[in-house]
């Protein structure tokens, strides 16, 4: 089935640097969606961004990503990290499953 | 209007006890998702709902979570017998694009001792 990786469980990084979250994943299907959530701490976890267009740079608040097929990623940069950046950060996948697969999540610890 | 509201926000539970989680969904959203969130395993899926009907049961959680949707406006998450493995957020998210824009609600935090 469907699976998504994310091989870091902590990224921790000084204020200021670049940031860069990994992502890969799994599909037997060509038309995949992928997503980044974003859980603040003591919020509801909410979309960040998404796509399912292969090399197309998608951007929101800050962050980039781009779905890459060939290599079945999509990772998510920011080019300066900020303090308010510090969260969990979930990468998904959907497919022609009936559901959304949720990798295990990065928690981002941004340092001053 | 109103996000995805979930009661209660925490629980402690005895082991073996029966523990009910409820969830009402964004008004509209024909999409309905249990989760349960732990630090090990992320975001793992307990339930998925369509138009009210069951579409994914989790697998692995068949035999002691049940979840319903008695209608579209209201869902329950039943843990029966509760474990101190069960301790963990229990969250549950809405959508109307089949899960492609899922709204959370809060989290039920479950205690089992």
């Known amino acids: 089935g469907d699976s998504v990786t994310q091989k870091e469980g902590l990224v921790t990084l000084t204020e200021g640097l670049p940031v860069m979250l990994n992502c890969t994943y799994q599909t037997i299907y060509s038309n995949a969606f992928l997503f980044w959530y974003v859980h603040y701490l003591n919020e509801s976890p909410r979309l960040l961004l998404k796509?399912?267009?292969?090399?197309k740079r998608t951007e929101h608040q800050g962050f980039h990503a781009t779905l890459h097929k060939s290599s079945s990623s999509f990772h998510l940069q920011k080019s300066s990290a900020q303090l308010s950046d510090s969260a969990l950060y979930y990468c998904a996948l959907s497919s022609n499953t009936n559901k959304v697969v949720f990798g295990t999540g990065t928690r981002l610890q941004v340092l001053p | 209007d109103a996000g995805v509201t979930q009661t209660p926000r925490h629980e402690v539970a005895e082991k073996g006890q029966t523990i009910i989680l409820k969830c009402e969904p964004v008004?509209?959203?024909?999409?309905l998702f249990w989760y349960r969130q732990t630090k090990i395993q992320g975001l793992e899926l307990l339930s998925y709902?369509?138009?009210?009907?069951?579409?994914?049961d989790g697998g692995a959680f068949k035999d002691r979570f049940k979840a319903e949707m008695l209608n579209s406006s209201f869902s329950t998450l039943k843990i029966q017998p509760t474990e101190p493995k069960d301790s963990a957020v229990y969250l549950c998210a809405s959508s109307e694009d089949r899960g492609h824009t899922q709204y959370f609600g809060p989290g039920t935090r479950l205690l089992v001792l």
């Open positions: 008004s509209g959203h024909n999409d």
């Open positions: 709902f369509r138009s009210k009907s069951l579409m994914e």
């Open positions: 796509s399912s267009t292969d090399n």
